[in-house]
């Protein structure tokens, strides 16, 4: 498939009202109840879930009425309450440039600190509430249109959670430091009716892994549920042709190293590195989580990526 730039311009507000959270790993058994509820038997089918575990944190964003399903004291959050706005295109294509960069740029030059999600069929940027009419007003400036019936119409409440834990740190992308993870991934997209079909699959991908050294990442939005795992988590949907997957592996680096805190985009990191990738005309999704920055990029562009960036920045790189 041949190498499209972006020009996407549509633009949708979800209705969420989101809060970024993590869990220790050796307490995960103690959130296996609340989790499968938000797995399997959701309030409403119309919702947004992402979990990640990549091997060293879990990482979630949940709508906030999910926060007390929760025992007392497990869960670390944000003080913050976030909005999606998601590229409202239709399917994307893995092989489109530009999408990341092109949404993060203006809100990078407004200062506006951000969260963004990949996935299979599309990309969602997470801004805090407050900030929601500023991204509003720098996307629309940046060319970008929103539906009518997903722009605010009213004065947004207050953003701030009635309980807070954890904290954040302002960190500088000026150093940039990026750390290849040893993982090939694989992108792939669930069936519509997959709590019905694969419930034990991903019961066993989330609570029993066979590895502590994995890769997950499971999103869940009205319109998919966006899966990107690692080979040997692969193998379970071998065989199954209901699961819609990319034909090829993607390499994964994580950008600025060490514990960031949920705005680890303060700095405007995932603009700073996206934007030569775009220029590239290099594939990216990009995976933010309560720590960190992750990026992927195809793995038959590894070698073009490395080679960009090192021309780019004065690259810090670590292999794990």
Not at 80 to 89: F, H, N, S
Not at 111 to 119: A, D, E, P
Not at 204 to 212: G, N
Not at 242 to 251: A, E, I, L, N, T
């Amino acid at each position: 498939m041949a190498t499209t730039t972006c020009n996407v311009t549509k633009l949708k507000i979800l209705p969420f009202r989101l809060v970024l959270a993590s869990i220790n790993k050796e307490h995960l058994s103690l959130c296996t109840n609340p989790l499968l509820q938000l797995l399997m038997f959701p309030a409403s089918e119309s919702r947004f879930f992402s979990f990640t575990d990549t091997g060293e944190e879990l990482s979630f964003v949940l709508e906030e009425d999910s926060i007390a399903l929760f025992p007392g004291g497990v869960l670390q959050y944000t003080n913050q309450i976030w909005r999606a706005i998601q590229i409202d295109e239709g399917p994307l294509g893995f092989e489109s440039t530009g999408i990341v960069s092109s949404m993060s740029a203006p809100l990078a030059k407004s200062h506006i600190t951000i969260y963004h999600l990949s996935t299979f069929l599309t990309d969602h940027t997470l801004v805090q509430i407050e900030k929601l009419e500023e991204a509003v007003e720098a996307l629309t400036a940046a060319g970008f249109q929103f539906s009518n019936e997903s722009l605010p119409t009213s004065p947004i409440p207050d953003g701030k959670c009635e309980k807070i834990s954890g904290g954040a740190k302002n960190e500088s992308a000026a150093s940039m430091v990026v750390s290849r993870l040893p993982f090939l991934l694989y992108l792939a997209r669930l069936p519509p009716q997959w709590a019905d079909t694969h419930a034990k699959t991903m019961i066993k991908l989330i609570f029993f892994p066979d590895s502590e050294n994995r890769f997950i990442s499971l999103t869940i939005t009205p319109n998919e549920a966006s899966i990107i795992l690692d080979q040997d988590s692969l193998s379970v949907f071998e065989g199954d042709k209901s699961v819609d997957r990319c034909d090829y592996p993607w390499r994964i680096m994580q950008v600025c190293e060490g514990s960031h805190g949920y705005i680890a985009d303060a700095a405007g990191i995932i603009s700073t590195f996206s934007q030569p990738l775009a220029a590239a005309k290099i594939s990216l999704f990009n995976l933010s989580t309560y720590f960190t920055d992750y990026a992927l990029v195809a793995d038959k562009t590894f070698d073009q990526t490395m080679q960009t960036l090192r021309s780019t920045f004065n690259l810090l790189e670590d292999v794990e």
